[in-house]
């Protein structure tokens, strides 16, 4: 999932070297952190949210294949 999350990001981002992404893990839920370089923030969640909610879909199809949900929360 983590792996997931940081290849798209690093795909929409201008500093790629700047993407953190960290997972905290439970039993059934995984809550994984994004955090991009500031002047990045806009391109990752994109007009109106539609690129975060594109990748919380993406990341919730995954998830649900593993047996888990996943929770994705983007840092400032």
């Known amino acids: 999932m983590k792996e997931l999350i940081e290849?798209?990001?690093k795909a929409l981002v201008d500093h790629p070297d700047q993407v953190r992404?960290?997972?905290?893990?439970?039993?059934?839920?995984?809550?994984?952190?994004?955090?991009?370089?500031?002047?990045?923030?806009?391109?990752v969640i994109g007009k109106q949210g539609r690129t975060a909610r594109a990748m919380r879909t993406i990341l919730n199809a995954a998830s649900t294949k593993l047996n888990k949900r996943a929770v994705l929360e983007i840092i400032e």
């Open 21 to 43: 992404v960290t997972e905290i893990e439970g039993d059934r839920t995984s809550v994984i952190e994004l955090a991009v370089a500031k002047e990045d923030l806009g391109k």
């Open 7 to 9: 290849y798209i990001a």
